[in-house]
């Protein structure tokens, strides 16, 4: 059983769905929902989840962020479903595992509709745990970095409780996502609900949306565009960046193994947004302008995962340097925006 030092309920044996589960001759898989799978993160784990032929994976979102396109190599596929929905209303399937990613999460979407960014992380997150309740699943919250606020501790560890402005313009997201994990915490010790909790710090690579809108996007998608890079002020703020299967690979470990969590999944290499303009331009476009432009209330001044409890608890650590994952994503991008390497 799950172990994070509170104390727990039992929990309650899975309810079969139907008795041919348990039959000798019946395919058992294994059958996973991915809410938000038609996103940036949900999508590569719809791939690696994918891999494993014992797995049946079931996508439900309603395309605020994401798109079918991600999941286009997967459509029609017998252990593959897509379902167009939206978490804020109760969904009715039988799983044995619930990825719970359902929410936009850079910063110019979750703020374009604040009240809906909450209902999703509130209404979206008790509907998953009640679907959770009802069916026996283990349910895994990609909460975020964003719950530390602007840290006053660095680098940032579970055991910090963070620094959030409560009323700001970030705060349906920061807020939300903190709720969420309460929910998560209180329908483990009320009902036994299996659950676990990663806190993901900034994830990029190929398939974020290119007017996504956050940094690493930003800065590529300017870079090919040959428009100026534009760190916004002081651009001495810290951010620390995790390449998508890296991200992938943590969340599949957390909901395989024994920890509740909140467990940070990041990568702590740090960089400033000036170091990361020079990095882009030096790797992708060294002709392209660095310009300075005003920034957003509330963002917040340092990030960086303390990683010990991934290490230890999970066996797990971040492979790919910014530096190699860039190249990467670049040739994404290229491809998508029709600019050949040698232009
Ligand atoms: N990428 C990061 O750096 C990062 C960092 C911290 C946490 N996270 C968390 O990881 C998850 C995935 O993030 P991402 O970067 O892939 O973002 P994304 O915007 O690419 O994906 C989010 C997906 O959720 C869907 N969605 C949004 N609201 C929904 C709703 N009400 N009902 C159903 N579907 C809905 C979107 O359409 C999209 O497909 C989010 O929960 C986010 O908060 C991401
Ligand atoms: O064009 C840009 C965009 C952003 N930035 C800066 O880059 C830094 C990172 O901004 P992003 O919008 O990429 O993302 P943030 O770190 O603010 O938020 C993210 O945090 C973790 C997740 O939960 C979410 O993916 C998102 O909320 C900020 O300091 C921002 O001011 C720029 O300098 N230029």
Redesign the pocket.
């Known amino acids: 059983m799950a172990t994070n030092g509170d104390q727990q309920a039992t929990p309650k044996p899975p309810p079969s769905p139907s008795p041919l589960r348990n039959a000798k001759f019946f395919q058992a898989n294994m059958r996973i929902l991915v809410?938000?799978?038609?996103?940036?993160?949900?999508s590569h784990l719809v791939d690696k989840l994918m891999e494993n032929e014992k797995n049946e994976v079931i996508v439900?979102?309603?395309?605020?962020?994401?798109?079918k396109d991600n999941l286009k190599k997967w459509i029609g596929h017998p252990r593959f479903e897509l379902i167009r929905?939206?978490?804020?209303e109760p969904l009715l399937i039988e799983v044995d595992q619930i990825y719970h990613?359902?929410?936009?999460?850079?910063p110019i979407?979750y703020k374009y509709n604040p009240v809906?960014t909450i209902k999703?992380n509130v209404i979206?997150t008790l509907n998953m745990l009640g679907l959770a309740k009802r069916v026996g699943a283990r349910i895994l919250l990609?909460?975020?970095?964003?719950v530390y606020g602007d840290p006053l501790i660095h680098p940032q560890t579970e055991s910090y409780w963070g620094n959030v402005n409560p009323i700001g313009v970030r705060s349906c997201?920061d807020e939300g996502?903190r709720v969420a994990e309460t929910l998560m915490f209180d329908y483990h010790r009320q009902h036994g609900i299996e659950i676990r909790i990663a806190r993901?710090?900034?994830?990029?690579g190929p398939r974020?949306?290119i007017d996504?809108g956050?940094v690493v996007s930003n800065f590529i998608a300017q870079a090919l565009r040959d428009d100026p890079l534009t760190v916004q002020a002081p651009g001495t703020q810290t951010r620390s960046f995790c390449y998508v299967s890296d991200m992938v690979d943590g969340l599949i470990r957390l909901m395989q193994g024994d920890n509740t969590g909140p467990i940070n999944i990041g990568n702590p290499g740090e960089f400033t947004m000036i170091e990361l303009a020079e990095n882009v331009k030096e790797l992708i476009n060294p002709k392209v302008e660095i310009i300075m432009v005003e920034n957003t209330p509330d963002d917040p001044r340092q990030r960086k995962p303390d990683i010990t409890k991934a290490k230890e608890l999970l066996g797990w650590e971040p492979k790919v340097k910014l530096r190699d994952g860039l190249p990467l994503m670049e040739d994404d991008f290229r491809t998508r925006l029709g600019v050949p390497k040698n232009k």
């Open positions: 809410t938000g799978g038609a996103g940036f993160i949900g439900a979102d309603n395309y605020f962020t994401g798109s929905h939206d978490v804020t990613l359902a929410c936009p999460a850079s979407f809906k999703t979206g990609t909460s975020t970095s964003e997201y996502k993901i710090f900034n994830t990029y974020m949306n996504d956050r």
